[in-house]
Every structure is written in structure tokens, then in C-alpha cells.
């Protein structure tokens, strides 16, 4: 019963990750410090990890060395030390090592859902978290058909990190084609690069639900895949264009 009930606990965690990814331009000052749910969800999973190991809290330590870990840490060093002795811009340097170091606690945690669940189910809770982003950028193309504002209903009215409200709020134009659509994003193109992986896994998903004669799996995961595909056109992002194409053909394989 305690194996289930962990085991529900980390399902719980995974799929609030996921779903909160897409929402880390969104964050609130606290006491100095900014909080954003996906942050508040990654608390969450950290809690879910140590109380369910249990005797196996020393293995979490054996992430350290992984070696994209330790370069992700490498890069945060350099930034700290940079802040430390040459502090042209303080609040943009300890933020970048802010972000890299969530960036890690985020490869750890995952990394050890991953030794917990299946991959399959990871990879579902990346696809499913998905969703909002893309109905998010759709909402963007066709707000303005319908003569209604493009402003994300209810997210555009939470903070966003200082710095980083313009970039959320106004288009980015690709010349006379139009707006780029980048979703729940500051950027267009790390909206492109975050899709990538979703289209992959979509369409991997998609491969192993037909395989089993799952229909209905198969067709929600199909459509996700061929949404999130049109979404990545729309991000005019060419880097997101090639890495599409590039891993897809490898999956396919």
C-alpha cells in the first residue's frame, strides 16, 4: 500500500511539473525572491522525492556528478564568480544562476522520476502539459479574426519577472507575414524548441499507441503531434524548423 500511495504521489508531482512548465515567464516577487508555479510545483516534487526514497536519500546525491549536471553547475559557478568579482549587472547575474540552478534541481528530480516511472508515462505528462501553450498561441493568431484582445485570458494578468514583461506581452514580428506565435513564452524561439521535444514525444507516443491498438490514445497523440507541428511553422523559428524535421526523421528510424 505505501508503494502505491508513493506512487501516486510522484505521478502527482510529474504531471504538476509538466503542466506548469510552459509558465515559468510567470513569476511573482517574494520577499526578493521570484516565485512562479512551476517553481512552487518543483518544491513540491522535491518534498515528494525525499519523504517516498526514504533509505534511498543518498542516491539523490549521485546526480551531482552526472556530467550534464556538473556542466550546468560549471556554467552557474561562472556566473556567481563573475557577479562576485566584476558586478557589471548583479541582478541579471544572479538571476541567469538562479535559473541555471532550478535548471538543475529540475534534470535531478526528473531524473529520478524517471528511475520510478516509466518512460512512457513521462513522456505523456510532457505531452499532456503541452495543451495550454498551444491553445495559448492559437488563441493569439485568432483573437483578432474575432475582433477580441490577444491578451492570454486570466494569464496575461499574472505578473511576469521583472525584465521579462515586455517579451511576454508584446508581438514578435517576422516582417510582413505577421506575429510569431510563442505561446505561453517570452521567446518564439525557445517556445520552437520546447515544442520539438513535444512533437517527438507525440509522435513516438503515437507509434506505441497504434502498436497496442489503442485508437483513442492514438488519436489524441496524433493530434497533439500534428498541433504542436503547426504551431512550430507559426513560431517562424528556422533553428526549431531544422530540429523538427532532424528528429522526427530520427524517430521515425
Not at 561562472?78 to 534541481?105: C, K, M, N, S, Y
Request: aromatic content about 10%.
Amino acid at each position: 500500500s505505501y508503494t502505491l500511495a508513493a506512487g501516486d504521489w510522484r505521478r502527482t508531482g510529474l504531471y504538476l511539473l509538466a503542466l506548469t512548465a510552459p509558465l515559468e515567464v510567470y513569476r511573482t516577487p517574494v520577499v526578493g525572491v521570484n516565485i512562479s508555479l512551476f517553481r512552487l510545483s518543483l518544491l513540491f516534487a522535491v518534498g515528494v522525492l525525499l519523504v517516498t526514497a526514504r533509505g534511498q536519500r543518498r542516491d539523490l546525491m549521485r546526480w551531482v556528478g552526472h556530467p550534464l549536471v556538473a556542466a550546468y553547475l560549471l556554467v552557474a559557478g561562472v556566473f556567481v564568480v563573475g557577479t562576485l568579482v566584476h558586478p557589471i549587472d548583479p541582478f541579471l547575474g544572479w538571476r541567469e544562476a538562479g535559473q541555471i540552478g532550478t535548471g538543475v534541481v529540475t534534470l535531478v528530480v526528473i531524473a529520478e522520476f524517471a528511475r520510478r516511472e516509466s518512460a512512457e508515462r513521462i513522456a505523456s505528462a510532457i505531452v499532456v502539459g503541452s495543451v495550454l501553450p498551444i491553445l495559448g498561441a492559437a488563441w493569439v493568431a485568432l483573437a483578432p479574426k474575432l475582433g477580441a484582445s490577444e491578451a492570454l485570458p486570466f494569464l496575461s494578468h499574472i505578473p511576469a519577472a521583472p525584465g521579462l514583461e515586455v517579451t511576454r506581452q508584446a508581438l514578435s514580428s517576422f516582417g510582413p507575414i505577421g506575429a510569431r506565435a510563442k505561446g505561453t513564452f517570452g521567446d518564439p524561439n525557445h517556445f520552437g524548441v520546447y515544442l520539438v521535444f513535444v512533437v517527438c514525444l507525440a509522435f513516438a507516443l503515437t507509434i506505441v499507441a497504434g502498436s497496442r491498438g489503442n485508437r483513442r490514445a492514438q488519436v489524441c497523440f496524433g493530434a497533439t503531434a500534428v498541433a504542436a507541428a503547426a504551431t512550430i511553422v507559426a513560431t517562424y523559428s528556422r533553428s526549431a524548423w531544422i530540429a523538427a524535421v532532424i528528429s522526427v526523421l530520427i524517430i521515425a528510424i
